[in-house]
Structures are given as C-alpha cells and as structure tokens.
C-alpha cells in the first residue's frame, strides 16, 4: 500500500497555473484507500477546478493507475476527451504519475496531485504504518516479523542501542524500542540464539534506485 496525502488546493492551483482545460486520473486501488485519489475524491477535485474557472473535460478512475495495461485502457477510453485537455492531473503516488505520463501519446502536460509518503500495512483501526524501507536485504526471519531498519529510529542491526530505557526509544519516548520488542517476541519463541548473529551493515547497492525487475 502507497500512502499518499493530496497536495494543498493552494498547490494545485500553482499547479495548473497557465491550464484551462484538465482531465483528472484517479486511482481505484491505493490512493481510493487513502482517500485521496478515489472516485469521490475525484468528483470534488473536478468540482473545485471547475469553481476556479478550469474547463474540465473528463475523469477517470483506473482499479490501479500504476499499471500500464489499465492506463493505455484508461486513455483508450477517453480519447476525445483528451484531444480536448491541455493538461492530466493525476491523484495517485509518484508511480502512477510516471505511468500516465509514459502512456500518454498525446504529449499533455502531466501533473501530481499527491504526494507519495511511504509503503505501509493497514492497521484494524484502519490507520496506516510504515513498517518496511525496501532494503533488498529482508532480516524479518531472523527478527520475528519486526523489522529494525525501518521501526528502530536509528536503524540499528544489532540492537538494542544503549539509549533503549524500559523499552522506549530514546529518539521518541511515546516509540516502543523495535529491538525490545524483536527480544520479547524471540524469547516467546524460543530462538533467542538468533540475536547472537551479527548483521553486516546493509549493501546499499541492493536497494539502489531506480529499482528494476524482469518477470
């Protein structure tokens, strides 16, 4: 799940200064959950355009905008409506942006509407939590699902760090400190010997951007 938070109407309208003509690409999947990209968000994008004077000329809400087949369908589908536009506002994350934008045969200005913020789990609250950085070098089966690079404030391997004080993060007190609860969660297990491993500091090169993979 990408999170995204929409950009500030202020940002849109600098945005799309120069613009009159706008067609909005939405997106059913990760930006629909975080309401900031779904078809409702979409209507009231179009509707506050259109009460500043933007022509808007069509909308679509691809399931996931991220993908190239739905894209190349969305556009199929609004052909002439995107004669019309000078310009697509996309509310989705950075990677749907960028595949709007690499689908587009019709050379239209491409414009975020979001920010893209992190990858993260849906909580049963229904908040949403970072728990993974993408390292290319996954130690969750050694940690028992919890992961120090990305919940330890320091992205320490080999914890917990001398700042640790009844378990909470010295870097924020209200944090629980990840390397106390990977401790406690191995001892439940029985596998405390896996904190006698010592982790190399991470190959950066694994995690090097842009990432790429052929199926």
Request: charged share 30%; with cysteine.
């Amino acid at each position: 799940m990408i999170i995204t938070k929409q950009k500030t109407q202020d940002d849109i309208l600098r945005i799309l200064s120069g613009k009159e003509k706008i067609f909005i690409i939405g997106c059913g999947d990760c930006a629909a959950t975080c309401k900031t990209g779904g078809e409702d968000e979409v209507a009231k994008m179009a509707d506050f355009l259109k009460s500043h004077g933007k022509a808007v000329t069509g909308t679509v809400t691809p399931d996931v905008t991220c993908v190239s087949a739905q894209a190349k369908v969305a556009f199929a589908k609004n052909r002439e409506a995107l004669k019309l536009s000078e310009a697509i506002l996309v509310l989705a994350c950075g990677s749907g942006v960028q595949c709007v934008k690499e689908n587009d045969r019709f050379n239209l200005d491409v414009y975020p509407g979001c920010d893209s913020m992190f990858s993260a789990l849906i909580d049963k609250d229904g908040s949403f939590r970072e728990v993974c950085s993408s390292c290319g070098e996954c130690l969750l089966d050694l940690t028992e699902g919890i992961c120090p690079v990305t919940r330890c404030s320091k992205g320490v391997l080999n914890g917990p760090c001398g700042g640790q004080n009844k378990g909470k993060c010295e870097v924020d007190r209200n944090k629980d400190c990840a390397w106390v609860a990977i401790y406690k969660r191995l001892k439940e297990k029985g596998k405390l010997e896996n904190l006698k491993r010592r982790h190399l500091a991470k190959n950066r090169s694994h995690a090097t951007k842009p990432g790429h993979l052929s199926l």
